[in-house]
C-alpha cells in the first residue's frame, strides 16, 4: 500500500511539472516572439535611426506601414479562413440532422401508407362480401359502383347524348373575314361590356389561336387579361369556363380530378366537365386558366402541352380512368378524353412575388401575348355577337394561309436574323418557333396588320425574351450591334417591339 500511495504521489507530481513546464514554455515562446523580438527590432531601429536622413525616415515610415499592413492582412485572412472552417463545420452538423429528420419522416410516411393500404385493403374485402350471393339464397346486396361520373353523365343527359350543332351566322351578319371579325368583336366589346382593346391586340389573340391552343395572356394587373377571353365568350355565344388556379397544383389530378378509392367516385373538376362539355359542341370554346402561374404550369399542365403538339387530333387523349365501365360517361373512350380542335386553352398570368416565373419549355409551345397598355375608350355602335362553329373559323384561318402567305423576302430576312442571333448569342429559332411563325404572320395580316410587325411581335415574344438568360452586361455592344442588324435587314424604325425589349436589357444593367 505504501509503495503504491509513493509512486501515485510521484506521478502527480511529476504530471504537474510536466504540465507546468509546458505553459511556461508556452509562456516563454509568446514572450519570445511577440516582446522579446519587438524590443529587439525597436532597438534595432532606434541605433539604425540616429544615422537616418529626412529621406531614409521617409523610406522608413513608408516600410513600416506596408509591413504593418501587410501582416495585418495575413491575420484577416486566417481568421477568415478559420471562421469558413467553423461555418462549413456548422452546416455539416445541419445536413446531418437534416438528412436524421428526412429519415424519421420517411419512415412516418412508410407507416402512413401501410395503414392507408391496410385500410384500402379491409373497403376491398368489404365490398367483396357485399357483392357476393349469400348460401341461404337470400337477395345479394350490390355496391352501387355505377355513374362513377355523376357530373359528366349529367352534361350527357343535358344533350341527350347527341352533339350539338351550332349553326354559324356569318354570312347573314356579312362577316365574311378576319378584318371584319376584329372589327365586330371590338365593337360589341366596347357597346355591350365596356371592355375596350385595340386593333392590334385582338389581331394577336385571333393569330395566336391559329398558332397554338395554348394561349398565355401577361401584363400588369387591371389590362383586361381575364376579361378578354371573358369577351371571346360572349362574343361568340358560349360562356368561357374561367378556372381559378390554386398554388397547391402540383400535378395533373389537381386539375383533371381523380378516382376516390373509397367513394367508388371520381372527383370531378371544373376544369374537367368544360373540357367533356366541349366534346358535345362543334362551336369556339375558351378554357381560362386564370392565375395560371399560382402553381408551375410544368406540373400541372404538362400532359396537355405535350399531346397538343401532336399533328394528329385524333392522338390529342388523355387518360381519366384505366378501365371502362358501362355506365362510364359517353365521351370517354377506353377510359380516355379526347380533346376536342374546337376548345382553346388560356392561362392569365403576373409577374411578382406571389407566382413562378414560367419557363422556356412552356413559352416555347404557346402563343404569348402581352397585354401592358389599356386600350382607348371608344364609342361604339350597339353591335351583337356572333355564332360561329369551329369548322368556320377554321376555314378563315386556313383561307389567310393561302392568301396571305409570308413573303420569300421576309422568309430571307428571318433567315438571316436566325443566323445571326445563333452566331452572336447562341440562341436559335427552332422548327417550334418557325412553324408557328408561319401560322401566327398569315392571320395576323388577315387581320388587317403588317407582315413585318407580326414578325416582330412574334420575334420578341420567343426569341429576344430568352436573351434574359445571357450574361448580359458583357454583351452590351453585342445588343447594339443586334439592334443595327435588324434596322439594316427591315429598315431603320422598324422592329419597334423587339428593339425596345433590348434597349430595356440594356437599361437594366
Partial sequence: MERYAQWFIDFV?????????FFTEIFRLFKYTFWDVLVKLYQ??????????PIDWGLAIFSLIVMTLLYVGVFILFYQLIRKYVRFTKIDKSKEELLFEMSVLEQNISAILDEKNAIVALS?????????QPMNGSSKRVLDVSNRFPRLTKIDQSYQYKPLQVKSNLELENVLSLSALVERFINFSASNLKLYYTKKTISIFFAGMASSKTMILEGISGTGK???PYAMGKFFKQESKIISVQPSWRDRSEMMGYFNEFTKKFNETDFLAAVYEATYRNDLNFIVLDEMNLARVEYYFADFLSLLEMPNPNEWRINIVPVQYPDDPKNLIEGKLIIPQNVWFIGTANKDDSTYTITDKVYDRVASIEMNHKAVVVNAPLTEGVHCTFEDFHKLIQEAFIQKPISNDTVSKL????DYIVSKFNIAFGNRIIKQIHAFIPVYVACGMNEIDGLDYIVSRKIIRKFESLNLPFLKNELVELIDYIYTLFGKETFPESVAMIQTYMRQY
Avoid: I, P, V
Fill in 226 to 228: 381575364t376579361s378578354l
Fill in 44 to 53: 534595432d531601429f532606434r541605433t539604425a535611426t540616429m544615422q537616418f536622413t
Fill in 124 to 132: 376491398n374485402e368489404a365490398t367483396t362480401k357485399e357483392t357476393s
Fill in 13 to 21: 507530481l511529476e504530471w504537474t511539472r510536466r504540465l507546468g513546464s
Fill in 415 to 418: 433567315k438571316q436574323l436566325d
